[in-house]
């Protein structure tokens, strides 16, 4: 069901023969560059936490991973994944196929700008098995994001 709604979401942009569906799972950065063919850093993954009691995404490269001081800078409280099990409820997605479409309206998106250094990101599509391929202006115009935000570790 929530491919269907991101295939919706990325339609209403002309971007769907830009979805990928793979026979393997893509559930984790790995498996997505294996499945995409490409490298891991370019796989755009998208993590859900809580801010002020409402869920957030912040779509960030596959190498990267969330500074706590920088989170702790932008949203003035600690990082606070969702728990596997509340995903879904609250996102859209379930873990696995978490995307910045096709998701509830009350979710904020945000880019991290260690997307930034690419001009081409292989976010998922709302399942496991599934990814679409997006320019940076693609991705800003199809996730709604609400701004840009530097809270990944410099590697």
């Known amino acids: 069901m929530s491919f269907i709604k991101a295939k919706e979401c990325i339609k209403q942009y002309g971007l769907e023969n830009n979805i990928m569906e793979f026979s393997v799972s893509s559930a984790t950065v790995e498996e997505a560059a294996k499945a995409v063919n490409c490298k891991k850093e370019e796989i755009a993954k998208t993590l859900s936490f809580i801010v002020e009691d409402k869920p957030i995404l912040i779509v960030v490269a596959g190498d990267k991973k969330i500074d706590n001081a920088k989170y702790k800078g932008e949203f003035h409280t ?3 994944m969702i728990p596997v099990n509340d995903v879904e409820k609250l996102i859209g997605h379930e873990v696995g196929g978490v995307c910045p479409f096709g998701i509830h309206n009350n979710v904020q998106v945000y880019l991290d700008t260690s997307l930034k250094r690419f001009s081409i990101v292989y976010p998922a599509c ?5 990814a679409i391929k997006l320019s940076i202006a693609e991705l800003e115009k199809t996730s709604n994001y609400k701004k840009w935000i530097d809270v990944c570790k410099d590697s």
């Open 78 to 80: 600690k990082a606070k």
């Open 126 to 130: 709302g399942s496991s098995n599934s």
